[in-house]
Nanobody, 117 residues
């Protein structure tokens, strides 16, 4: 199992930016995919961005063009740069890791992002 430690959440005004970080401890095979999910109050957790070890990325339509996922393989750390934040981006953000066979290997503890209008 992978241990994940998130940081970087907080309160920001609409239009502002935040960067989330998530450091993973585990073998390289257990962190083949790294991703970010979010869960707003009363809503299901949704996948918003993923990145493979090679740097291939995918984004949910709701964040495409505003959020950027990146990773530092040497540090086993994934980042989420969030720009042009909107009040509807308010949620608890979780990082997640999967093996190359897509099995979930870890979840972060979650970090709150609040965007005020």
């Amino acid at each position: 199992q992978v241990q994940l430690v998130e940081s970087g959440g907080g309160l920001v005004q609409a239009g502002g930016s935040l960067t989330l970080s998530c450091a993973a401890s585990g073998s390289s095979s257990s962190v083949f995919f790294m991703g970010w999910y979010r869960q707003a109050p009363g809503k299901q957790r949704e996948l918003i961005a993923t990145i493979t070890r090679a740097g291939n990325t995918n984004y949910a339509d709701s964040v495409k063009g505003r959020f950027t996922i990146s990773r530092d393989n040497a540090k086993n750390t994934v980042y989420l740069q969030m720009n042009s934040l909107k009040p509807e981006d308010t949620a608890v953000y979780y990082c997640n890791t999967r093996s190359e066979y897509l099995s979930i290997t870890g979840w972060g503890q979650g970090t709150q992002v609040t965007v005020s209008s």
